[in-house]
């Protein structure tokens, strides 16, 4: 297969011919599936369905300790859903809040917090003239639509392979005293599916921060989603390695079962040093009486502890890895070679990231869903929705079967072709 | 009865003499009850177990549109838990957006929002020199900590016997441009259990705020917590009022089902103009992706219908009517006549409010701690904590058993006696 850049301006207008056929053909099959977000599939929302049954009318209510969780109370997550959870996230029981069905509701109230009431004692960040966040790139539409509403400046730092550039994340954390945060999904990151080596987990630890109220906001979203058996990223405890390295308040830990039972009908936690996790609760016992207990326990009885959740991540990972080779083969047996795109093949979480040619991930986009396909709009890996190389697109395979999404895939290829070739033409003149 | 006041110093040492070995009998009884908070009582739990019942494995997880609640969407509540909550709070579906387990939390959000973002593009409040909150005296502690927290000046309005004051809230509201809001709890108020009158409902639409951005929080908690049959109180409908008065955008409504099913496992929600409900939806979707929809489904199915909740209602009326008789029977016995305290008699609501002689609440909040009766904190009811006339005390008789009640109401006005026969005698020295 040739390289598209190699053709001369009449092989590509020849192309792009028959592609503008194929598109039309492909057009008419009237395909209609979103690959736009992250959203478990029916079958994957299936295999958590036996915990509906795991309280019913005739259990006991009460928690290991006795409390009973229909009533007001445990305001930082009854003992067996902390432990749970704490399990999950690597980290002791004392160190977690479980709060309520939603990861990101806990990051925007971290900001909100600290735009209102500082950083155990710091000056608000709605006093400060200036904030900002580092946004590592490409990342999570949601994260930076938080620092957005809050008026916080964005800086793109690039996310290779290992993780963030940590010589950028160095120079700005650690000599600008505005900035206050960093948006981190550290294991099978959104969109790339990359983790953090362990040396950029221990250089994240080892950061001398200008700001003292400087946090790493440490999403770990993905930390049990893995693909496969045999091939599984496992990153570095952060909060241990920010211990030892003298920086034991400088990371707020974020997870959830929002992708392990129910999106929306999840538990979520935060974890943090205790010192940070007294400030929160200082907050967080204004902000409400406390959370849903009662879902707390359905989810503490049905996976029993730690173990049965790895379990039930297995049956998930059986879902999901052919959606992902129908989008890894589709990918590589129409792209391969042609030097119109790079994609990841991520071993966990919900995402594949392509890098299209500069200048077309919109039109792709655009073409796509012309033809009935919807993606996550080009731009919104990017903070403010702006790649400023227009080049990154966000395939979510979890939604659709996997026969739909090799369909969907196939349109996908064909649009990447057709726009890259439109490029190069438009470059020719 | 002769009233205390009329006692001579003799006779008071005497009856203080008697009183005193009361209390030593009393605290012999090792009494430990609670009646601090309104936490439903076990019975009342029990009403609501069937609702667990409700969704199980073999459920339809679809809602009545045809959307699946175990996944993503639906940010503003499913359909059919909207148009129960909005039938809870006598609106239209399209001005509810059902929120998470607590309305609590949704007032927090709401005062956040106005910080941050002011109020349908007003100045935040966050940028203002001064931002000012009218409190009905004795109110709900949780509302008036959420305006201390974020700095804003409580300003007392006395809470008659048909509402505020409204010729104070009048002319704060119509005056002072810094008064952005006032918190109402219109219904079988928290602690005294009245309800506003009509003349005052309309009175509150037909405010001209010197503020854009005033806003009536009107919670209304116990919108159907009758506790007879044949004394119901009802209020106008304040949506409307304003509505009819030009300022349809002045009241957000909240409500929740914590009371009505589980503390902490309910559903809340919040009504309001159609602009506002933009306006708040446009920030709720940063802050998450949507709340617990299972858990609404499992409402909706639950109660059918506004009329299945009120038929639910009247179980809870029937197991705290005792409750509330138990401490009015109490009050009336022991201390009818003896000019040491008044007291309400709801209809509704949680509450009993007690007012005792100035400057003995404390005092008689402690003495029952000594025995092992813990009463919410003399001077909650008030913002800061600060009873200026130390004077009410705000009974919750819904946990204890109405046999415990009984017990618990015994010591109170044997508590009541002695600390007022004690205020009485250093008033004479």
Redesign the interface.
């Known amino acids: 297969m040739k390289a598209y850049q190699e053709l001369s301006k009449e092989e590509l207008l020849s192309l792009k011919n028959q592609l503008e056929k194929e598109f039309e053909d492909a057009k008419g099959k009237g395909l209609k599936l979103d690959m736009s977000?992250g959203?478990?599939g029916?079958s994957q929302?299936a295999l958590?369905?036996?915990m509906?049954?795991v309280?019913?009318?005739a259990?006991d209510?009460r928690t290991v300790l006795g409390n009973?969780?229909?009533?007001?109370?445990d305001l930082d997550g009854i003992g067996e859903c902390r432990r749970l959870m704490a399990n999950m996230m690597s980290v002791n029981k004392d160190n977690v809040v479980v709060c309520?069905?939603?990861s990101?509701?806990i990051m925007?109230?971290t900001v909100?917090r600290s735009?209102?009431k500082g950083v155990n004692g710091s000056t608000?960040w709605?006093k400060l003239d200036k904030v900002k966040f580092l946004c590592p790139v490409p990342g999570y539409d949601?994260h930076f639509?938080?620092t957005e509403?809050?008026g916080i400046e964005m800086i793109n730092v690039p996310l290779n392979d290992d993780g963030p550039d940590m010589d950028m994340v160095e120079k700005y954390v650690n000599n600008d005293p505005a900035v206050k945060g960093i948006w981190c999904v550290p294991k099978y990151s959104n969109p790339t599916g990359i983790s953090y080596s362990d040396e950029v987990v221990k250089r994240f630890a080892n950061l001398k921060p200008a700001a003292e109220d400087f946090r790493i906001f440490w999403d770990n979203a993905y930390c049990i989603h893995h693909l496969y058996e045999d091939r599984q990223d496992e990153i570095l405890n952060i909060l241990e390695e920010c211990e030892k390295a003298g920086n034991p308040d400088m990371v707020y830990i974020f997870a959830s079962t929002?992708k392990v039972t129910?999106?929306?009908?999840g538990v979520s936690a935060i974890a943090s040093s205790l010192k940070n996790i007294d400030f929160i609760e200082s907050?967080m016992t204004?902000?409400?009486?406390?959370?849903?207990?009662?879902?707390q326990l359905r989810h503490a009885r049905y996976f029993k502890g730690i173990e049965g959740m790895k379990e039930h991540m297995k049956k998930h990972a059986d879902l999901m890895r052919p959606k992902f080779e129908a989008v890894e083969n589709g990918l590589e047996k129409e792209l391969a070679g042609l030097g119109i795109g790079t994609w990841t093949k991520p071993n966990g979480g919900y995402f594949i990231s392509f890098d299209a040619m500069e200048g077309c991930a919109k039109a792709i986009v655009a073409k796509c869903k012309e033809a009935g396909v919807v993606l996550t709009g080009a731009g919104a890996t990017y903070p403010y929705g702006k790649d400023p190389k227009d080049s990154n697109i966000r395939i979510a395979p979890s939604f659709p079967t996997p026969e739909e999404m090799a369909q969907a895939t196939d349109l996908f290829v064909l649009c990447v072709k057709l726009v890259s070739v439109e490029k190069l033409l438009e470059r020719m003149q």
């Open positions: 977000r959203k478990p029916v929302l958590s369905m036996p509906l049954d309280i019913s009318s259990s209510m009973d969780t229909r009533n007001y109370g309520g069905n939603s990101l509701n925007y109230d909100s735009m209102i608000p709605s949601r639509r938080i509403y809050f929002s129910f999106p929306g009908s907050q204004v902000q409400t009486i406390g959370h849903d207990k009662i879902n």
